[in-house]
């Protein structure tokens, strides 16, 4: 039964972090010589929302 929630644990941990990161509070340092890493952090404002909350609806939904 525990089993069946790690992965949505793991996935809320990372759409924490993912979280963290898109609004500045953890920092993500962006090499100049890879400038499309920049763009993808600035996208985790909302990829991180989202993933937390599939991990918390699948966790919900997770049969028990």
């Not at 924490?16 to 500045?24: C, H, I, L």
């Amino acid at each position: 039964m525990i089993a069946a929630y790690i992965d949505e644990f793991i996935m809320l941990c990372a759409g924490a972090w993912m979280t963290a990161v898109g609004f500045g509070y953890v920092d993500f340092p962006a090499r100049p010589d890879q400038p499309w890493l920049g763009n993808l952090v600035r996208q985790f404002k909302w990829m991180g929302p989202l993933l937390m909350l599939i991990a918390v609806v699948l966790a919900v939904a997770a049969p028990s």
